[in-house]
């Protein structure tokens, strides 16, 4: 059964850093998407960034310019880091991949930006 383990979440001020990782605990062949979602309080999952097999990405509007979503293939990892981080970039933050026939989330870790 694949596990996806997330890490690098934590508390951070308004203009910090933080560096998400998940890693799969086993090989995932044939992945489509590696991806990104946060959930806020009351608020619904949203996707954030999304790395295509090809390599190909998309932000979220509010975090274009600050956010960067990267992979390590050989790996099974995807990594965001987070650039310039603002309180309403507190949420928990989930890691999806898509195959072609599958779906796996990561547990979630929680980012909080204080102002």
């Known amino acids: 059964q694949v596990q996806l383990v997330e890490s690098g979440g934590g508390l951070v001020q308004a203009g910090g850093t933080l560096r998400l990782s998940c890693t799969a605990s086993?090989?995932?062949?044939?992945?489509?998407?590696m991806g990104w979602h946060r959930q806020a309080p009351g608020k619904v999952r949203e996707l954030v960034a999304i790395?295509?097999?090809?390599?190909?990405?998309w932000y979220e509007d509010s975090v274009k310019g600050r956010f960067t979503i990267s992979t390590d293939n050989a790996n099974n990892t995807v990594y965001l880091q987070m650039n310039n981080l603002k309180p309403e970039d507190t949420a928990v933050y989930y890691c999806?991949?898509?195959?072609?026939?599958?779906?796996?989330w990561g547990q979630g870790t929680q980012v909080t930006v204080s102002s």
């Open positions: 790395i295509s097999a090809a390599g190909s990405t």
């Open positions: 999806k991949i898509k195959t072609s026939t599958d779906g796996y």
């Open positions: 086993t090989n995932i062949l044939r992945i489509n998407t």
